[in-house]
């Protein structure tokens, strides 16, 4: 069992160290210009996400039981989303309340000090 962990880190390491040194490689030896190189990727992603998207809305169809789990699962997460805000919004009012009495305090030692 260790050796086939062995095996996929090192699977894994070596992956990561290949990826490194082909950007790397690709950096120093790339045709064109930093920003003409930007621009080129960043086409072919914008490309690749549309084809990605047109193919996700051949598979939804919004009439199946999906869009209800999607419709709770999208209740559920603006309910967290709001539990979360009033959460926030008590620890803001509490450190608020703490901040209040720190500098009341501090002024009353000061007070005491000057006499």
């Known amino acids: 069992m260790e050796n086939q962990d062995n095996y996929y880190k090192g699977l894994f390491y070596g992956a990561v160290l ?9 950096l120093l030896f790339a ?17 690749a996400l549309g084809k990605a998207t047109d193919k996700a809305s051949e598979f939804y169809d919004p009439g199946t039981e999906e869009s209800i789990f999607t419709n709770e699962a999208l209740e559920r997460s603006n309910e967290i989303i709001e539990n979360a805000k009033a959460e926030a919004g008590k620890i ?16 009353g030692q000061s007070k005491t000090q000057e006499n």
Do not use: V, W, Y
């Not at 190189?37 to 914008?46: A, E, L, V």
């Open 18 to 26: 290949g990826a490194a040194a082909g950007t790397i490689m690709g």
């Open 31 to 47: 045709p064109n210009k930093g920003r003409e190189t930007q621009q080129i990727i960043s086409g072919k992603f914008r490309h």
């Open 92 to 107: 803001l009012n509490d450190a608020n309340t703490i901040l209040r009495e720190i500098k009341t305090h501090a002024k």
